[in-house]
Every structure is written in structure tokens, then in C-alpha cells.
């Protein structure tokens, strides 16, 4: 059974940092390109970063360019997301995505809210 469970989420405030995981189970995680997705009240789904299977390219938003970074470690199925300077901005909920060809698996979310 395919899972990604996604955590780290949480209340923030502005300036503050959140990391989030992403644990795969039941498919081989080191072959998908692994993303994190993000929704808002009322937006359309994001992508907010990708990164490939040997983690040796990954892809970024323009708005969270220079504050966010993704990494994975196969060895553990898991992939992060360390997120700094948080802004209200970024308050969504944030989704685990695995993709090869036309096998996508998604996670079911987790909350990220930047408030004072």
C-alpha cells in the first residue's frame, strides 16, 4: 500500500523557520522525483519545489527561491523541506507528491500557518 505521510507542520511566525517530512512507503522511493505542492484558502494547488532521484537537480518557485530548500534521503524514503524566513504568504497547506511516468502518489497535506 502506497504512503506518503506528510509532518513538521505547525503555527509559525513571520521570520521563523519550519521543517517539513515526507515518509514514502510502499513503492521504491529512489526512483521518483519527489515534490512539495502548496494550497491556500481559495488558490489553485502550487508547486513549490521538485527534486530528482539522486537528488542531483532540484527546482524552486520564484516566490520561495533564496528562503526554501528541498532534499531527500533515499536510504530513509524520505524527503524534507526546510523552510526559512517564513512569510504570511506561505501560510497553506503544504502536499508530498511522487512521480514517475504516469504513477503519482499524493500525501494528504499538512498545515503551515505564518501569523503573529
Known amino acids: 500500500q502506497v504512503q506518503l505521510v506528510e509532518s513538521g507542520g505547525g503555527l509559525v511566525q513571520p521570520g521563523g523557520s519550519l521543517r517539513l517530512s515526507c515518509a514514502a512507503s510502499?513503492?521504491?522511493?529512489?526512483?521518483?522525483?519527489m515534490s512539495w505542492y502548496r494550497q491556500a484558502p481559495g488558490k489553485e494547488r502550487e508547486l513549490v519545489a521538485s527534486?530528482?532521484?539522486?537528488?542531483?537537480?532540484?527546482n524552486y518557485a520564484d516566490s520561495v527561491k533564496g528562503r526554501f530548500s528541498i532534499s531527500r534521503d533515499n536510504a530513509k524514503n524520505t524527503v524534507y523541506l526546510q523552510m526559512n524566513s517564513l512569510k504570511p504568504e506561505d501560510t497553506a497547506v503544504y502536499f508530498c507528491?511522487?512521480?514517475?511516468?504516469?504513477?503519482?502518489?499524493w500525501g494528504q497535506g499538512t498545515q503551515v500557518t505564518v501569523s503573529s
Open positions: 527534486i530528482t532521484n539522486t537528488a542531483r537537480s532540484t
Open positions: 510502499g513503492f521504491t522511493f529512489s526512483v521518483y522525483v
Open positions: 507528491k511522487a512521480a514517475l511516468l504516469a504513477n503519482v502518489y
